[in-house]
């Protein structure tokens, strides 16, 4: 799983992805980017322990544009936890392979959270994203304890108390990565939004591949699995040991300038039609 341990995210230990409760009806998310920011932040899989960082590409630290109408994420944005989109697995409905991350979860509810939260979640529904080649679902939740959450049980109660986010939710996954070169994003299904069921079919499968990855010596060396819960697991580890490598790290430094960019805006021209562009 991807847990918050004393400032990292454990990506082995017990937050349980199925259920976050003991009524089962709810999901654990961790929470790698706030709504409205710009900076690229998730769960480093490569690293001991697995910290949120901000993710790098050709040297630079990654923002995301504000492509109009938008201005950085449009909602929280994060992981399911004991999930792993396996890179090995063709998945029979994409017919791509995982992309080896987590599964993403978007949290679309009111409030505004903090990186590294762990809240429980109600799952609504996915939609299946192909970025360059690989499947990338996301997950689409909101925090049980939100205003709205009684009155959404599936995807198409979003629509039904939010009219017009999914659409501006696939419009943004399709274009985000267009001002810095890359192709516009695809989707399976003909970007269909699946319901709750189908989700939780996502997560439970998922679910299973990380089990065999943190049970197992071998099955992907570039993710680091060292944990201090996952009973059997191949690389538990003791507190003490966890502790060693937290106070290893290099003391944090000041925070890195704000991209400019990051406050401007950037028109592109849409190629497929949502209804939020019309």
Known sequence: AWRSVEGSCDLSSGINAEYGDDSQQYCNMVVE????????????????????????????????????????????????????????????????KGDNDPLDAIEIG???????????????????????????????????NDPLAEQMNDITDVEKVM???LE??????????????????????????????????VIKETNEYWKVLVN???VAD???????????SNALITVDEATQILNSQPVAAAAAAVEASTQNQVFVKRTIPENVCC
């Open 33 to 96: 980017i706030p709504r409205w920011t710009n900076a690229k932040m998730e769960i480093c899989k490569e690293e001991p322990l697995n910290p949120i960082k901000q993710d790098v590409k050709k040297g630079k630290l990654r923002f995301v544009n504000n492509v109009f109408p938008y201005h950085g994420y449009i909602w929280n944005y994060g992981a399911i936890p004991q999930t792993w989109e396996d890179p090995a697995h063709v998945d029979e409905n994409t017919k791509a």
């Open 110 to 144: 009111s409030g505004v959270s903090k990186r590294g939260e762990i809240k429980q979640v109600k799952i609504l529904g996915v939609i299946a994203m192909i970025d360059e080649g690989e499947t990338d679902w996301k997950i689409v939740c909101i925090d049980r």
């Open 163 to 165: 009219p017009g986010y």
């Open 168 to 201: 501006a939710t696939r419009d943004w996954f399709r274009i985000y990565k267009f001002p810095t070169g890359k192709p516009m994003n695809e989707f399976a299904f003909n970007g269909e939004w699946k319901d709750k069921a189908f989700a939780e079919r």
């Open 216 to 218: 197992n010596k071998g």
């Open 222 to 232: 570039d993710v680091a699995t060292k944990n201090t819960s996952v009973q059997n």
